[in-house]
């Protein structure tokens, strides 16, 4: 299965601050339909998780344009400029071009 | 607007099944593919399976093949999640989630199930 490591575990910050969110795969998620499946997630406490960004960079819609994605192949970055109150939550990144769909560990915002 | 409204928390002894409903609105039912993932507490996030609700197929991961069995019922627009032989380590929440091109994109708010004696 396909291993996705997200760095940091846990993210402190301040309300406006920008941060970035790591994922990296142990195979390249590109898969032979030109399409690399890699998806991230928030969610927030005791709420389902939510899409944010899918197919790596495309924003779902309803979301705030301060998240963006960006990667290819193993490398993925979510980042957040300038982080609200509500961005507070697990975030994780999700991969479905190699079966099965496998998820990241979780990134933690937190404030500072 | 899509909604995917889960049924309530279960509790099962050792040894016995529990069956988790997912009730989709909004959409056409047989439109897209739903997925089930499991968060057990205070942890992450893993794929179970999902189902096809037009063929009735489904695919499963490794681990789960013995223990969930998804099914689902398009005259009431319903996915349905069953777990068998529970133990400790089912205890968990469920959510099911729809796939759209590249994402769940909708997800139901959650089943706690929680294994006792």
């Known amino acids: 299965d396909v291993v996705l490591t997200q760095t940091p575990p846990t993210l402190s910050a301040t309300i406006g601050q920008s941060v970035s969110i790591s994922c990296r795969s142990s195979?390249?998620?590109?898969?032979?339909?030109?399409?690399?499946?890699l998806n991230w997630l928030l969610q927030r406490p005791g709420q389902p998780p939510q899409l944010l960004i899918y197919l790596v960079s495309r924003l779902e819609s309803g979301v705030p344009n301060r998240f963006s994605g960006s990667g290819s192949g193993t490398d993925f970055t979510l980042k957040i400029s300038g982080v609200e109150a509500e961005d507070l939550g697990v975030y994780y990144c999700?991969?479905?071009?190699?079966?099965?769909?496998?998820f990241g560990a979780g990134t933690k915002l937190e404030l500072k | 607007e899509v909604q995917l409204q889960q049924s309530g928390p279960e509790v099962g002894r050792p040894g016995s099944s529990v069956k988790i409903s997912c009730k989709a609105s909004g959409y056409t039912f047989t439109d897209y593919v739903m997925n089930w993932v499991k968060q057990s507490p205070g942890q992450g996030l893993e794929w179970i399976g999902w189902i096809d609700p037009e063929y009735g197929s489904t695919d499963y991961a490794e681990k789960f093949k013995k223990k969930a069995t998804l099914t689902a019922d398009t005259s009431s627009n319903t996915a349905y999640i069953q777990l068998s032989s529970l133990t400790s380590e089912d205890t968990a929440t469920y959510f099911c989630a729809r796939e759209d091109y590249g994402g769940y994109d909708y997800w139901g708010q959650g089943v706690m199930v929680t294994v006792s004696s």
């Open positions: 195979q390249s998620l590109l898969h032979s339909n030109g399409n690399t499946y």
């Open positions: 999700v991969q479905s071009t190699h079966a099965p769909d496998t």
